[in-house]
């Protein structure tokens, strides 16, 4: 099992970028694929990106590629996501999720969770 603590989210101007952290506990950090959702108010949580165990390979949603990057760092336990160009519309709560079975990247069936950080884009 994993615990996932989410941090860096804010309130930022539209344009602007923030770095979320998402630190994961346990020895096995390179067996979970790492994923990162946002749920705003009144829609659904969405996977907003992922990434595989190595960190070579990745994915985006659609509206966010091109301004979000996910990463990790196996040795310290941490997944990232920076976000640049921020819109109003990325406003929502990020969590940060964590799954060990080997799906596509873009499936966004996970297991564990974090507790969310709220992000807030003003225009």
């Known amino acids: 099992q994993v615990q996932l603590v989410e941090s860096g989210g804010g309130l930022v101007q539209a344009g602007g970028s923030l770095r979320l952290s998402c630190a994961a506990s346990?020895?096995?950090?390179?067996?979970?694929?790492m994923g990162w959702f946002r749920q705003a108010p009144g829609k659904e949580r969405e996977l907003v990106a992922a990434?595989?165990?190595?960190?070579?390979?990745?994915y985006y949603k659609e509206s966010v590629k091109g301004r979000f990057i996910i990463a990790r760092d196996n040795a310290k336990n941490t997944v990232f996501l920076q976000m640049n160009s921020l819109k109003p519309e990325d406003t929502a709560v990020y969590y940060c999720?964590?799954?060990?079975?080997?799906?596509?990247?873009?499936?966004?069936?996970?297991?564990?969770w974090g507790q969310g950080t709220q992000v807030t884009v003003s225009s």
């Open positions: 999720a964590a799954r060990m079975v080997v799906y596509a990247l873009s499936n966004s069936l996970y297991d564990y």
């Open positions: 990434i595989s165990r190595g960190g070579s390979n990745s």
């Open positions: 346990g020895r096995t950090f390179t067996s979970y694929t």
